[in-house]
Structures are given as structure tokens and as C-alpha cells.
């Protein structure tokens, strides 16, 4: 297993598109988290899964945002009618269970740049 | 709220001692975790502490918490150019359940040959 891996790793967009992305987590990793990162800011918490149950969104995941793990491996998140202010770098991590003494391992973004 | 609050920048020479420090709001706060991010790359755990600990050392990187000012220290021994990269405190809490980490804003650490 070579770590989180996830697709793509650059997208630019027109504004108003729609975007998906994928995160492939360590196999046997039951949580999935997504976070986004703006420039100079460090990771905000978007939305996470326990295998496939998505147990908690922030405030932040508007209602242009969906994310699924369908069958509680990979999980996509995507972004409709996409607005500038969506430019970042988004990043997924997985950790096996949840709690906070587990290590959670960061995938290397997905930086999306709407135009 | 819970925030995490870094200084931006630190510059350092080669071969020095780098101390970045952090400070969080959350007295709840339970663990707290530096990660390394390289350009390109994702988020690294580099080590964290339990908030019943005042210090931990592992190998060049020794971390000091001081709870009572909600003060998070890590410092890195012998600084060599591949050090270089934003360092990002992070705290979780058990007392919110699962909630997952809230990080600061990052130290970019550059170090001077």
C-alpha cells in the first residue's frame, strides 16, 4: 500500500462547473476525513466517514458540497456550480478508528483553481 | 471556538536550534500534534503530546507544553536544510468526542545554508 492517494492532484474549472475528486485511503483504514486548505491557512475541517456512514460535516460544506464513500473504501467528494472562493488545496486522510491518539496519514491534495 | 494560533515565519541558519511555537484557546484540549508539510506534499505527523505531559523528546524534536498558559513549544535540534518545510500545531480533545483536529495557520521555517 503506497499511502492516500488521491485524483486528481490539479483541476482548473470554470466557475459554475461542476468537480469531482477521489481519495483512496490505506486499505484498511475504517475513517476518511476531507479538509480544505486555503493559501497561507492551515487545514479546515470539511467532513468525515466512519467506513461508509458519514458521521459529521462542518459548517463550512455548504449545500455545493457532497461527499460519499459508498462502499466504505474510496470516497469522492464533489463541488457544484463551483465559485471562485473554491480555489484550495483540498486534502483527504484516512486513520484506522477515531480516536485522537490515531494517526491520521494525509493523502497530497487535490489544488483545485476555479477561473 | 477553539483556535490555534502560530507565528508565521521563523529563519534560521544551518546547524542552529529552531523553536516554533504555538498557543490554543481550548482548555479542553486533550492532545496536540506538529505536523510537516513540504511543497507539494501532503501533512506529516512528526510527534504530538498527551496535555498530562509538560514535555517529550524524540530523537532532534523536543516539544514543551506549558498548560496552564495554553503554550505549545517544538523545538528542533541541529537544523539541516531539509527541515525546512510549514510546521502546523494541531489540538483535538477527547471532550468533544471525535472531533477531528483543528490546526493553526502554520510556521513556514527556512533554513539558511
Known amino acids: 500500500d503506497t499511502g492516500v492517494s488521491q485524483d486528481p492532484r490539479h483541476k482548473i474549472t470554470k466557475r459554475g462547473q461542476n468537480v469531482t475528486f477521489r481519495c483512496d485511503p490505506i486499505s484498511e483504514h475504517n475513517r476518511l476525513y476531507w479538509y480544505r486548505q486555503t493559501l497561507g491557512q492551515g487545514p479546515e475541517f470539511l467532513t468525515y466517514?466512519?467506513?461508509?456512514?458519514?458521521?459529521?460535516k462542518s459548517r463550512l460544506l455548504s449545500d455545493r458540497f457532497s461527499a460519499e464513500r459508498p462502499k466504505g473504501s474510496f470516497s469522492t467528494l464533489e463541488i457544484q456550480r463551483t465559485e471562485q472562493g473554491d480555489s484550495a488545496m483540498y486534502l483527504c486522510?484516512?486513520?484506522?478508528?477515531?480516536?485522537?491518539?490515531?494517526?491520521?496519514?494525509f493523502g497530497q491534495g487535490t489544488r483545485l483553481t476555479v477561473v | 471556538g477553539e483556535d490555534v494560533e502560530q507565528s508565521l515565519f521563523l529563519s534560521v541558519r544551518e546547524g542552529d536550534s529552531s523553536v516554533i511555537n504555538c498557543t490554543y484557546t481550548?482548555?479542553?484540549?486533550?492532545?496536540l500534534y506538529w505536523y510537516k508539510q513540504e511543497p507539494g506534499a501532503g501533512l506529516q505527523l512528526l510527534t504530538y503530546i498527551f496535555s498530562n505531559m509538560d514535555m517529550k523528546q524524540d530523537q532532534r524534536l523536543t516539544v514543551l507544553l506549558n498548560k496552564k498558559d495554553k503554550h505549545l513549544s517544538l523545538r528542533i535540534a541541529d537544523t539541516q536544510t531539509g527541515d525546512s518545510a510549514i510546521y502546523f500545531c494541531?489540538?483535538?480533545?477527547?471532550?468533544?468526542?471525535?472531533?477531528?483536529?483543528?490546526f493553526g495557520k502554520g510556521t513556514r521555517l527556512s533554513v539558511i545554508a
Open positions: 481550548d482548555s479542553s484540549s486533550t492532545y
Open positions: 466517514f466512519q467506513n461508509e456512514a458519514q458521521l459529521e
Open positions: 486522510a484516512s486513520s484506522l478508528g477515531g480516536g485522537v491518539l490515531t494517526e491520521a496519514f
Open positions: 494541531a489540538e483535538a480533545s477527547l471532550n468533544s468526542g471525535n472531533t477531528p483536529l483543528v
